[in-house]
C-alpha cells in the first residue's frame, strides 16, 4: 500500500475542497509560480536565448503538461531537461523532424506546434492561449542563432574524436569502410552522398587524381559516427577522405556547429589521410 | 411498426432497468440519466463512438425537439457487423490576458471519425477513433477487444483511453491536466475490464505517455467504479515507471442526481518524482453542477481548484467556468461559456477570461 498516497493527504484535500480554495497570493514567488531565489529569475523582456526562452515560455505555460513523469510524448520542458529534450531530438509524432533543428526554425517541430501547422495533432500550448507572434519570433530567432544553450555563447565546433583507418594504417580489405566518429550528433538531414569525398592520390605528386564512389551511412545506434563504404574493391595506394568545401553539403551536428576548420572560406576540410595495401 | 417506434421502445425499456451502462465524454449525462458509460459508448469507459442506445438516446433525449415521424435518420450501422460515428467540433474563442491584445480565434478544435467491426458480434470486435483535423489523421485509439459476455470481463489491446477518473469533453480541466491523462493522451498497451450491474472496473497496463520514444518504463492504471441509478463512486491509481522519474496518481470521484441537476466531483493527488527539485505533490479538485433547465438546455457551471505545488505556498490556482449547452435536435449541439482562471498575480497566463462558442456535431 505505500504506493498509495497517505489518507492524511485525502484528508487535507477535502479539507481544501471544503474550503473551496483561493487562488495563492503569489508572495514570494516569480511569474512561474516558483519560490523566488537569489539571482536569476524571470524579471526582463523575452530575449532570443535559451535561458530567457525557457524562463518566459518552458516553465511558465508549457511544463503545466510537459513535465515529469507523466509528460506527454515524452517531452519534458522543465528547466533541468529542455534543451536536451529539444535540440536535435526527432519528434515523436512525426520521427523525421526534429523537434528543434537549430539554423532551420520553419523545420523545428516545436514552430509548427506552436504555429499550429504541424503534421499531427493540436496546436500548442494544448487548448490556448497561443503564444503571440512576438514570442513565436524570439524563439524562431534563437533556433536561426543556432539554438545554443548558453546566451551567447561561442559554441565549440564538431571536432573528429576518432577515425578509422588512421593515417598510415593499411586496410586489409580492398572494399573499404571508414568510420568516423564526432564529438556530437550528426545532423542526418543534411547528409547525403555529397557530404564527404574519398580521393585516390598520386603517388607522386600527392594531389587526388580519382574521386571514389562511396556511399554514407550513420550506425545505427550511433548517431556520432559517420561510415563511409566504398562503392568497389580498391587497389593499393594512397587515399584521403575531405569534407567538401560546399557549406550546403555540410557536415554538421544536431546543435548546427560546423566541423573544426570549415570556415567561411571554401576549404575542403581533411578528415583522413591513408595508405591502402590490398592483401592478396 | 416504425424503426422510430422501435428506438423508442429500446430507449424506454432501457431507461426502466435503470443501471445499464451510458455515455462519459460528457459523464453527466451518465449520473443524469443513471447509466454506466457502456451503454451509450463503444468503449466502456467512455468517448468516442456511440452505441445504437446512445443514437437513441442523441436522438430522442438530449435534443429540444425530435424529428418528425418518418425523417430517416442516422443510426450508426452499416450492415450486421460495421458500426461509424463521428465528433465535429469547431469553436470560437476569446481570451483576454491582462495587458495584452485579446486574442481571438476561430478554430477547428476536432473531427473524429470512428469505426467498429463486430468480426464475431458479442466476442471478438476491432475499434478505430481516428482524429481527422486538427492536423493529418492520427489514430488516438486503436484496438481489438475480446469480451465474455457471460463473466462481464473483456480484454482489449493496442492504443487506448486510459481509465482514471470522469472522462471529460474539457481536456483542460485541472483534472485531466495534472493527471496527465485524458482524451489528449492516448497511450499503448493492454486493458482488462470487468462489468457487472453496479461494479464497472478496468485495469491498464500500458507503455506511459512519458516513455514515448523511450524502450523502458510502464504505466499502470485502474479504475473501480460502483453505480447506483441516482449516484456513483470511484476510486483510481495510476502508477508510472519512467527514466524521467516515478509518478504516482490518485484520484476519487463521485456523482449524484438531486432532481435536475447533476453533480460531479473529482479529487486528484499526483505525487511526481521526475521534476527537477526531486518530487513534487500537487492537487487538483473539480466540482461540476448540471442543471438540466428543460428539455435540449443545460447549464453547467464548474468550480475547480489546482496545488500545483504543495510544498510552495500561495501559488494556488482556481477556474470557474459558466456554460449553457442548446441542443436544438438530434445530433447538434451548441454551446457557450466563459472561464475565469484565477491565479498569483504575477501570472499573466493564470488570471486570464475566456469567452467561447462552439457548434459540436455528432453521430
Not at chain 1, 536569476?40 to 532570443?48: I, V
Not at chain 2, 441537476?261 to 493527488?269: F, Q, R
Request: proline share 6%.
Amino acid at each position: 500500500m505505500k504506493y498509495i498516497l497517505r489518507w492524511r493527504e485525502w484528508g487535507q484535500a477535502v479539507a481544501i475542497s471544503l474550503l473551496c480554495g483561493c487562488a495563492g497570493n503569489g508572495a514570494g514567488l516569480d511569474q512561474s509560480g516558483r519560490p523566488v531565489t537569489g539571482g536569476g529569475g524571470t524579471n526582463g523582456p523575452l530575449t532570443a536565448d535559451y535561458a530567457s526562452i525557457q524562463s518566459h515560455v518552458f516553465t511558465p505555460i508549457c511544463t503545466a503538461c510537459h513535465a515529469g513523469g507523466g509528460a506527454p510524448q515524452g517531452l519534458r520542458l522543465d528547466a533541468t531537461n529542455a534543451y536536451a529534450s529539444l535540440v536535435g531530438v526527432p519528434s515523436n509524432e512525426v520521427p523525421g523532424v526534429l523537434r528543434v533543428k537549430p539554423g532551420n526554425p520553419g523545420n523545428s517541430y516545436i514552430i509548427q506546434k506552436i504555429e499550429g501547422h504541424a503534421a499531427v495533432g493540436a496546436r500548442m500550448p494544448f487548448g490556448g492561449p497561443y503564444l503571440d507572434q512576438a514570442t513565436i519570433d524570439t524563439i524562431r530567432q534563437w533556433i536561426t542563432d543556432g539554438a545554443q544553450r548558453g546566451a551567447g555563447a561561442a559554441a565549440a565546433p564538431l571536432a573528429v574524436t576518432s577515425i578509422s583507418p588512421m593515417s598510415e594504417d593499411f586496410l586489409p580489405d580492398g572494399r573499404a569502410r571508414l568510420i568516423a566518429g564526432f564529438s556530437e550528433e550528426l545532423d542526418q538531414t543534411r547528409l547525403d552522398s555529397g557530404s564527404v569525398r574519398l580521393e585516390r592520390l598520386d603517388p607522386g605528386t600527392g594531389l587526388p587524381v580519382d574521386p571514389v564512389a562511396v556511399e554514407i551511412a550513420v550506425p545505427a545506434g550511433n548517431p556520432r559516427a559517420l561510415m563511409v563504404i566504398t562503392a568497389k574493391a580498391l587497389g593499393d595506394g594512397r587515399y584521403r577522405l575531405v569534407v567538401p568545401a560546399a557549406p550546403e553539403t555540410g557536415l554538421s551536428g544536431v546543435s548546427g556547429r560546423r566541423l573544426e576548420g570549415a570556415g567561411p572560406e571554401p576549404t575542403p576540410v581533411l578528415l583522413d589521410e591513408f595508405d591502402l595495401v590490398v592483401q592478396k | 411498426m416504425t424503426i422510430h417506434v422501435v428506438f423508442r421502445l429500446l430507449l424506454t425499456l432501457a431507461c426502466a432497468v435503470g443501471s445499464w451502462t451510458v455515455a462519459c465524454a460528457e459523464p453527466y449525462l451518465a449520473v443524469q440519466q443513471g447509466y454506466k458509460c457502456a451503454a451509450c459508448h463503444v468503449n466502456a469507459t467512455g468517448g468516442g463512438l456511440r452505441t445504437e442506445f446512445g443514437i437513441v438516446f442523441a436522438e430522442n433525449v438530449l435534443p429540444a425537439r425530435t424529428l418528425p415521424e418518418g425523417v430517416p435518420v442516422w443510426t450508426g450501422r452499416v450492415g450486421d457487423f460495421l458500426r461509424l460515428g463521428g465528433d465535429l467540433r469547431t469553436n470560437w474563442t476569446r481570451t483576454e490576458l491582462t495587458g495584452a491584445k485579446p486574442q481571438q480565434t476561430f478554430q477547428i478544435d476536432q473531427v473524429r471519425a470512428y469505426a467498429a467491426m463486430d468480426i464475431v458480434p458479442e466476442r471478438f470486435s476491432v475499434y478505430v477513433d481516428e482524429q481527422i483535423a486538427p492536423g493529418n489523421a492520427t489514430a488516438m485509439e486503436a484496438w481489438a477487444r475480446l469480451t465474455d459476455a457471460s463473466s462481464g470481463t473483456y480484454l482489449k489491446a493496442g492504443r487506448l483511453y486510459l481509465p482514471f477518473g470522469w472522462r471529460l469533453q474539457d481536456q483542460t480541466a485541472f483534472v485531466r491536466e495534472t493527471s496527465g491523462i485524458s482524451m489528449a493522451t492516448p497511450d499503448t498497451g493492454l486493458e482488462l475490464g470487468f462489468e457487472r450491474e453496479h461494479w464497472s472496473a478496468q485495469l491498464a497496463v500500458s507503455h506511459g505517455t512519458a516513455n514515448a520514444g523511450q524502450e523502458s518504463g510502464h504505466q499502470v492504471t485502474s479504475q473501480v467504479v460502483w453505480v447506483q441509478s441516482r449516484y456513483r463512486l470511484g476510486g483510481a491509481v495510476s502508477l508510472t515507471q519512467s527514466d524521467a522519474g516515478n509518478r504516482r496518481a490518485g484520484a476519487l470521484f463521485a456523482g449524484v442526481r438531486t432532481g435536475p441537476v447533476a453533480w460531479l466531483g473529482e479529487i486528484d493527488l499526483v505525487r511526481d518524482g521526475g521534476v527537477p527539485e526531486g518530487s513534487r505533490s500537487m492537487i487538483a479538485m473539480l466540482g461540476e453542477a448540471n442543471y438540466r433547465i428543460r428539455k435540449g438546455h443545460n447549464l453547467k457551471l464548474t468550480a475547480e481548484y489546482l496545488d500545483p505545488d504543495r510544498r510552495v505556498a500561495e501559488d494556488q490556482q482556481t477556474r470557474w467556468s459558466a456554460l449553457y449547452e442548446y441542443t436544438p435536435m438530434p445530433f447538434l449541439q451548441l454551446r457557450a461559456g466563459l472561464r475565469r482562471y484565477r491565479g498569483i498575480p504575477q501570472s499573466v497566463l493564470e488570471n486570464r477570461r475566456v469567452a467561447f462558442i462552439e457548434l459540436h456535431g455528432f453521430w
